[in-house]
T-cell receptor
Framework: AQTVTQSQPEMSVQEAETVTLSCTYD???????LFWYKQPPSRQMILVIR??????QNATENRFSVNFQKAAKSFSLKISDSQLGDAAMYFC???????????FGTGTSLTVIP | KAGVTQTPRYLIKTRGQQVTLSCSPI?????VSWYQQTPGQGLQFLFE???????NKGNFPGRFSGRQFSNSRSEMNVSTLELGDSALYLC??????????????FGPGTRLTVT
C-alpha cells in the first residue's frame, strides 16, 4: 500500500527566509506523480507544485521548488523568500500512474513570522 | 472558469440521521473524488467517480455512498450518522482519465458536524 509521511507537524520561518518541508513516501511503482498542496486557514486547497517520477529534473514554480530523490523516495518542498501569505497547512500527495486516487500525508502547518 | 463548488458549506446533523452533500466539478472535468478530512486522520480517500461510474473506493463503511450524474455533478450520502463522521468533506475534480497526469482541483469543502 502507498503511504505518505510528513514528519514535521509544524514548521516556522521568518519572512523573506527559506524553509524546507519534508515528505517521504512508500511505493513499489516506478511511474507515479507527486504533488504539494497548500491549504490556507479556512480556505480551499490549492496545488503548489507537481513532479512526474519519470522526470529527473526537479520541478520549480516561482519561489517554490522541490528536491525529488527517487531512490530515497523523498520529495521535499523548498519555499524561498517566504511571505506572510505562505502561512498554511501543506500536504504532500502521491498518485499512481494508473487510477486517480491520491494518497496524502498528514500535513505540515507552516507559520511565517513577520 | 468557475472552480469546484460544494453545497452546503456547513451542516449540523444529529446521530442517526442521513446527509447528502453535493459537488459540482470544474466545467469539462469528468472525474470527481471525495475525501474526508479530520484533525486526527488527515485526508482520507472516500471514492472516485468518472463518467458516472465508481472507479475507486477507499476503506470506509457502506454507510458512505456516492453517485455521479451525466453532467459530472456528484453527490455523497452518509446514512446513520455517527459522531465520528464529523469532518470536513472535500470534493476534488480533474479531467481524468485513468493514467493521466492531471492534478486534482479541490472545492472549499462541506463542514459536517454530528451532535
Amino acid at each position: 500500500a502507498q503511504t505518505v509521511t510528513q514528519s514535521q507537524p509544524e514548521m516556522s520561518v521568518q519572512e523573506a527566509e527559506t524553509v524546507t518541508l519534508s515528505c517521504t513516501y512508500d511505493t513499489s511503482e516506478s511511474d507515479y506523480y507527486l504533488f504539494w498542496y497548500k491549504q490556507p486557514p479556512s480556505r480551499q486547497m490549492i496545488l503548489v507544485i507537481r513532479q512526474e517520477a519519470y522526470k529527473q529534473q526537479n520541478a520549480t514554480e516561482n519561489r517554490f521548488s522541490v528536491n525529488f530523490q527517487k531512490a530515497a523516495k523523498s520529495f521535499s518542498l523548498k519555499i524561498s523568500d517566504s511571505q506572510l501569505g505562505d502561512a498554511a497547512m501543506y500536504f504532500c500527495a502521491y498518485r499512481k500512474n494508473t487510477g486517480n486516487q491520491f494518497y496524502f500525508g498528514t500535513g505540515t502547518s507552516l507559520t511565517v513570522i513577520p | 472558469k468557475a472552480g469546484v463548488t460544494q453545497t452546503p458549506r456547513y451542516l449540523i446533523k444529529t446521530r442517526g440521521q442521513q446527509v447528502t452533500l453535493s459537488c459540482s466539478p470544474i466545467s469539462g472535468h469528468r472525474s470527481v473524488s471525495w475525501y474526508q478530512q479530520t484533525p486526527g486522520q488527515g485526508l482520507q480517500f472516500l471514492f472516485e467517480y468518472f463518467s458516472e461510474t465508481q472507479r475507486n473506493k477507499g476503506n470506509f463503511p457502506g454507510r458512505f455512498s456516492g453517485r455521479q450524474f451525466s453532467n459530472s455533478r456528484s453527490e455523497m450520502n452518509v446514512s446513520t450518522l455517527e459522531l465520528g463522521d464529523s469532518a470536513l468533506y472535500l470534493c476534488a475534480s480533474s479531467l481524468g482519465p485513468q493514467g493521466s497526469s492531471y492534478e486534482q482541483y479541490f472545492g472549499p469543502g462541506t463542514r459536517l458536524t454530528v451532535t
